[in-house]
């Protein structure tokens, strides 16, 4: 079962502090008892299964009270600077991208410029 989470800067701030580093983006989709978080990560490491191989880190997953305002949520997310700048899009129900019969909210990091991108991604290669 995935941990229930009171607010999205609490899930974040669990992750490991090298996937908070790391984390490239996360989409956030409504169902009926919670919202679902599916975080993704720009973390490359070696593969356990294939020697000489490299993997990209897994997505984690992880579920937000269903009463938690999700624009407030990301907002209050941003403010912490703890992922950069945040740049959310809401993928209304049925859209492309969005196989739910809800809002799917999804979240770039260190989005606040190409610059802020750049350096980001310099700085975990």
């Not at 995935?2 to 580093?21: H, K, M, S």
């Not at 169902?31 to 997505?59: K, N, T, V, W, Y």
């Amino acid at each position: 079962m995935d941990p229930v989470y009171p607010t999205l800067t609490a899930a974040v701030e669990e992750l490991d502090p090298l996937l908070i580093e790391t984390l490239s983006g996360f989409a956030i989709e409504t169902h009926e008892d919670a919202h679902r978080i599916l975080f993704r990560f720009a973390f490359f490491g070696p593969s356990l299964e294939h020697a000489g191989m490299i993997d990209q880190c897994p997505d984690k997953h992880c579920l937000l009270d269903r009463d938690a305002r999700l624009e407030d949520e990301i907002h209050l997310l941003d403010t912490t600077r703890l992922l950069g700048t945040l740049h959310a899009v809401k993928l209304p129900p049925c859209a492309p991208g969005n196989g739910t019969d809800a809002p799917t909210w999804v979240v770039r990091t260190h989005a606040g410029s190409t610059a802020e991108r750049i350096v980001w991604l310099n700085s975990i290669a």
